[in-house]
């Protein structure tokens, strides 16, 4: 379902978004929403790759020790 959306901008940059869209074959209003549609996007995508690195983190990662650590005592013989 699309809806409008009401967007003030300066004049200048109003002019400047109409040869963009000139240049692009499109209107300002289609610039305007596919601009917002990838902002959405990556964030989007920015959100679920911070949950997914979180959880590796949270679980943690095996360095090769399969679990067998050395007692601290032995790794800091004095």
Request: glycine letters at 6%.
């Amino acid at each position: 379902m699309y809806r409008n959306l009401t967007v003030r901008l300066e004049e200048g940059t109003i002019r400047k978004a109409k040869i963009v869209a000139a240049k692009r074959s499109t209107s300002v209003s289609r610039l305007v929403a596919d601009e917002i549609d990838r902002l959405v996007r990556e964030d989007e995508a920015y959100e679920q790759a911070r949950i997914e690195a979180l959880a590796d983190l949270e679980s943690g990662f095996d360095l090769g020790s399969s679990g067998n650590l050395p007692e601290r005592e032995a790794t800091y013989d004095r």
